[in-house]
């Protein structure tokens, strides 16, 4: 009988394939059939920082608005209960979700800063939340903050959560960092981060040069997206003191393989999802079987980080010397298939 079960912060769960953020978590039916269609645990869609900053201002806007004009001014405030924040809502969310499923529900909190909005990490621990996936979604544009100042505001946001919250909390960051070894491990070693999630996806904007306008593009990912993370992790295989999930490009079961031979706990999905259906999930994981079955593994967790760059043959083929060897198999290739007949 072959084993798919996996570990990924403590949690066991029974195979590696989380649901992803996207459109299909963002409802309880959703949510609902996304446990139906063989998900391990779901991941919810971001509460953003400015989602909560917004509300916050808007709040005290009009519960302020007039008050030095006469002193009626205080008759006239609205019963703000009546309509339910964002934040609220998300919350709620949580609660009925974990009254439906029995798979964990892991909630995203989306900032960049040292602001109130950290409070709701612990709202969302009492509101059921399983775990909480942190996403430090932030393109940094000011030129006055450099890269060790804009790393350790991270950290120290990361430190704020755990402190707050006794769940686990994962971490998803982008690739872009200069040293991106180092700044994933004193996530999990300084900020205390149980996961570690590679990368997330920025989506760039595009120009409309119709309307000469600003407008914003996404495309859903490819498999090849996945080879960064891939390498990373392999990287970083028992050198990092966190679990390590792999998102983006997961769309076939030979994904899955070579991501958990590249020593991932779990992987992410929500592309393949999305354009081929929740039927996805369980077509995957029988090629995974059959790959098992045909090559003779019994269970996930004996491959995982079979091929990191500490159990391969030639741990260079990670680095500069996997660089050198590409340029030179393409050049070798093109002129063997230009070559004057």
């Not at 608005?65 to 405030?77: H, I, K, Q, V, W």
């Not at 006055?144 to 402190?163: F, G, L």
């Not at 079979?306 to 260079?316: C, E, I, K, R």
């Amino acid at each position: 009988m072959l084993d798919l079960s996996t570990n990924y912060m403590g949690f066991r769960l029974d195979h590696p394939v989380i649901a992803s953020a996207s459109p299909l978590s963002n409802s309880l039916d959703g949510i609902r059939r996304l446990e139906d269609a063989g998900a391990a645990a779901i991941t919810l869609e971001s509460l953003f920082e400015e989602q909560i900053d917004l509300e916050a201002e808007l709040l005290d806007h009009y519960l302020t608005y007039g008050t030095n004009s006469f002193s009626e001014a205080l008759n006239y405030f609205p019963e703000h209960e009546v309509m339910p924040s964002r934040g609220e809502e998300y919350l709620e969310r949580i609660r009925k979700a974990k009254e439906v499923v029995n798979i964990p529900v892991i909630a995203s909190l989306n900032g960049t800063t040292e602001g109130g909005w950290l409070a709701y990490a612990q709202k969302m621990e009492e509101a059921g939340a399983s775990a909480i996936e942190l996403n430090l979604y932030n393109l940094p544009t000011d030129i006055r903050y450099s890269a060790a100042a804009i790393e350790e505001r991270y950290i120290q946001i990361v430190k704020r959560v755990k402190h707050s919250t006794s769940i686990p909390v994962a971490v998803k960051v982008s690739p872009f960092f200069s040293a991106p070894a180092n700044i994933l491990w004193r996530l999990a070693r300084d900020g205390g981060a149980n996961g570690l999630v590679l990368f997330n996806r920025f989506y760039q904007p595009d120009l409309d040069l119709e309307t000469m306008s600003v407008v914003a593009r996404l495309d859903l990912s490819h498999s090849f997206e996945m080879r960064l993370p891939m390498t990373w992790i392999a990287i970083l295989h028992n050198k990092v003191p966190a679990d390590f999930a792999l998102t983006s490009g997961i769309h076939t079961g030979q994904d899955i393989l070579k991501a958990m031979m590249a020593g991932a706990k779990v992987v992410l999905v929500a592309s393949e999802l999305l354009k081929s259906g929740l039927k996805r999930i369980r077509e995957i994981l029988q090629e995974v079987r059959e790959w098992m079955n045909e090559h003779e593994y019994v269970s996930i967790r004996q491959m995982q980080g079979s091929m990191s760059q500490s159990n391969v043959a030639d741990p260079q083929a990670f680095e500069r010397a996997n660089y050198m060897k590409v340029l030179h198999s393409f050049r070798t290739n093109f002129n063997s298939a230009n070559k004057p007949s």
